[in-house]
T-cell receptor, first 116, second 113 residues
Framework: GAVVSQHPSWVICKSGTSVKIECRSLDFQATTMFWYRQFPKQSLMLMATSNEGSKATYEQGVEKDKFLINHASLTLSTLTVTSAHPEDSSFYIC????????????FGPGTRLTVL | AQTVTQSQPEMSVQEAETVTLSCTYDTSENNYYLFWYKQPPSRQMILVIRQEAYKQQNATENRFSVNFQKAAKSFSLKISDSQLGDTAMYFCAFMKLHNDMRFGAGTRLTVKP
């Protein structure tokens, strides 16, 4: 149980285009989802927290208009990178939390974004 | 704000030996959770072990155990009988109840045959 999927696992796009990454909880209801960014050989940095049905809360320094997060249902959150640039190339990881399991987050396998 | 510090960027250990990874954290909270995650080359985050701050007993999971010193805000991971498959990045993480996780910078562990 407690499986989180991400799609796509790898995406390459041209500079200036938008890319959408999906994060799904497959066998549980995720009341809260988190989006992290990980640059090569670095740690996970929290970008934003999203609760189902409400606006995401962004960490300081993360551009809200560039990284659009939608958590429209209890099993799906999406991250859209708008007008992507090469510096947005990174590994994006989502995690999900439920109200019932208060002491853990369940991580997706990550999405590698390469912007040319 | 909570901070997590891993002061060992890289560690190595001989197969079958024991290695300890260090982690310290800073918080004013009394109730929280601490984790060690393993990130292999696939980059999937794998939970190694979890410790609830209100529990005095150190958590253990087979070959993995922690030394949790709440007053010192220290949370080290001991890997016994190291195996080649233990080679990975290891991240220490802090989480308040129903809140986001904060990660340390990571320690790259190499198990040598």
């Amino acid at each position: 149980g407690a499986v989180v999927s991400q799609h796509p696992s790898w995406v390459i796009c041209k500079s200036g285009t938008s890319v959408k990454i999906e994060c799904r909880s497959l066998d549980f209801q995720a009341t809260t989802m988190f989006w992290y960014r990980q640059f090569p050989k670095q740690s996970l940095m929290l970008m934003a927290t999203s609760n189902e049905g409400s606006k995401a809360t962004y960490e300081q320094g993360v551009e809200k208009d560039k990284f659009l997060i939608n958590h429209a249902s209890l099993t799906l959150s999406t991250l859209t990178v708008t007008s992507a640039h090469p510096e947005d190339s990174s590994f994006y990881i989502c995690s999900a939390q439920t109200r019932e399991v208060y002491n853990e987050q369940f991580f997706g396998p990550g999405t590698r974004l390469t912007v040319l | 704000a909570q901070t997590v510090t891993q002061s060992q960027p890289e560690m190595s250990v001989q197969e079958a030996e024991t290695v300890t990874l260090s982690c310290t954290y800073d918080t004013s909270e009394n109730n929280y959770y601490l984790f060690w995650y393993k990130q292999p080359p696939s980059r999937q985050m794998i939970l190694v072990i979890r410790q609830e701050a209100y529990k005095q007993q150190n958590a253990t999971e087979n070959r993995f155990s922690v030394n949790f010193q709440k007053a010192a805000k220290s949370f080290s991971l001991k890997i016994s009988d190291s195996q080649l498959g233990d080679t990975a990045m290891y991240f220490c993480a802090f989480m308040k109840l129903h809140n986001d996780m904060r990660f340390g910078a990571g320690t790259r562990l190499t198990v040598k045959p």
